[in-house]
């Protein structure tokens, strides 16, 4: 099968990208290993209930993410928080503490000591940092804010966000507006209250919204949009560069050739695939961690759980001693995620913090997540429904270096003219992030092809002329 451009793994970055180039006419498949396209967004009904296996939410804002909601008319699907959203809460001394949703909320909360309030009061004070070695999240966060704030605050986030270490990761890679916001105006206070007053579009929001049967409809709905463009069940064993672009060896599934070739699996994957043509990119990819990761799903009678749940979930900081790195309220976040009398929480396990515990056997996991569910929020008496979904591999870890390991990436076209990498290594872990990427990445593509017509073009009309001059001799 000959094709324009082959793209190896339907999660939605791949779906995405091939989505977008499929409507600018150009002929794409999509080879995907698992029997079912879609990656880590899996949304599963067990009943009246719905567990989310891997994302949950869509940042409202993202006008990508917006965009082919609309063009997949996926609209009517759309469902924003729920009215019972109205607190965020931390762990803290073996109990949740809400914190106000506010811009000062830190400040008018007991979460953090006099201290650490204090001395995030004084962050517009610090100077700017100028070295030019680089920050781990952790260090940024101490000496900007403080370390009270460091540990309590952005330790959990961290956990939350990549289910890694706020010690370990790099602040230019995992929060790069906060560090931009430094680098512009020397403080992020002050940076915040100059975008607030210019009404920037492009600072985080808290605005979130999923669809009624979850995040999994939007592979659901990219896939019937590229029919039979999607082949499952593919396993690539290996890649080659030929003088038409690239052949591609699926075993018992035939060979594939491709003018363009965009590789969208998890990182490791990646590694393997490229190795052979693209020396540069392999290591860069390999050298991105994704420790596993655990999801406990439970689902209880109302009565049986003594917290309002009047929130998204809690974070808990590693200082806590928990095995769990946080949860979230999924019956309060959207409609329709349990039956009326019943509520429902996911637990999140591993990850770089105990990527053993995400290795624990289900029952296992079940008993640790209901006893921390027991002491931080009532649940009590058995749960209605329960399901454990283990990934061997998480989140990647942007560590230090991660910005250069993927800017090595993306030159790859410039070293093997017509391979592209993509995934959630790149830009972000969140759905958004994949799907703006996945434009990104469809635009290369594009270029590229296009590029190569005119030079052929080009090329023939130089054959032609030569030609003809010939037979006018």
Wanted: contains cysteine; proline residues 5%.
């Amino acid at each position: 099968m000959t094709v324009d451009v082959a793209i190896i793994g339907g999660g939605i970055s791949g779906l995405a990208t091939a989505y977008d180039l499929a409507g600018r006419g150009l002929n794409v498949v999509v080879l995907e290993r698992q029997i079912h396209a879609g990656g880590n967004a899996v949304s599963e009904r067990i009943g009246e209930f719905l567990m989310e296996h891997g994302p949950s939410t869509v940042n409202a804002q993202s006008i990508a993410a917006n965009d082919i909601t609309k063009r997949l008319e996926l609209n009517g699907e759309q469902c924003d928080l729920g009215d019972g959203v109205k607190s965020r809460y931390l762990v803290g001394k073996g109990e949740l503490q809400g914190i106000p949703v506010h811009p000062l909320g830190f400040l008018l909360s007991n979460y953090l000591g006099f201290a650490g309030r204090l001395r995030l009061m004084m962050e517009f004070a610090v100077p700017r940092y100028r070295k030019d070695q680089e920050e781990t999240i952790a260090e940024f966060a101490g000496r900007r804010f403080g370390k009270e704030f460091a540990e309590k605050v952005i330790d959990p986030l961290v956990a939350g966000i990549y289910a890694g270490r706020a010690d370990e990761l790099s602040v230019k890679a995992g929060f790069p507006k906060l560090h931009g916001l430094e680098q512009k105006y020397g403080s992020i206070a002050l940076g915040l209250v100059q975008h607030h007053r210019q009404g920037a579009k492009n600072m985080p929001s808290s605005r979130l919204f999923s669809f009624k049967d979850g995040i999994g409809s939007l592979p659901k709905a990219l896939a019937r949009a590229l029919g039979d463009r999607v082949k499952t069940g593919v396993t690539v064993r290996r890649i080659t560069k030929s003088s038409h672009g690239f052949n591609i060896d699926a075993g018992d599934r035939g060979e594939f050739s491709a003018r363009a070739i965009v590789v969208a699996t998890q990182p490791h994957v990646a590694a393997d695939l490229v190795e052979g043509i693209d020396a540069a990119s392999a290591s860069a990819a390999g050298d991105i961690e994704a420790p596993p990761l655990a999801v406990v799903y439970l689902g209880y009678n109302r009565k049986d759980v003594e917290h309002p749940l009047d929130g998204l979930g809690f974070l808990a900081p590693e200082s806590e001693k928990l095995s769990m790195s946080g949860s979230q309220f999924c019956s309060t976040m959207f409609p329709g995620r349990a039956p009326e009398d019943c509520v429902s929480m996911s637990g999140y396990f591993g990850g770089a913090r105990a990527p053993e515990i995400a290795k624990l056997p289900a029952a296992d996991l079940t008993e640790i997540a209901r006893s921390e569910f027991k002491d931080l929020v009532g649940a009590k008496g058995e749960p209605v429904v329960s399901q454990v979904r283990h990934w061997p591999r998480g989140l990647p870890q942007y560590k230090i270096g991660h910005n250069d390991r993927v800017k090595t990436m993306l030159e790859a076209n410039g070293r093997v003219p017509g391979l592209f990498l993509t995934g959630n290594y790149i830009s972000g872990p969140s759905v958004a992030a994949f799907v703006d990427q996945a434009g990104k990445t469809a635009t290369s593509v594009w270029r590229y092809l296009d590029d190569q017509l005119s030079n052929e073009l080009d090329q023939h009309h130089d054959m032609a002329q030569e030609i003809a001059q010939k037979i006018a001799i």
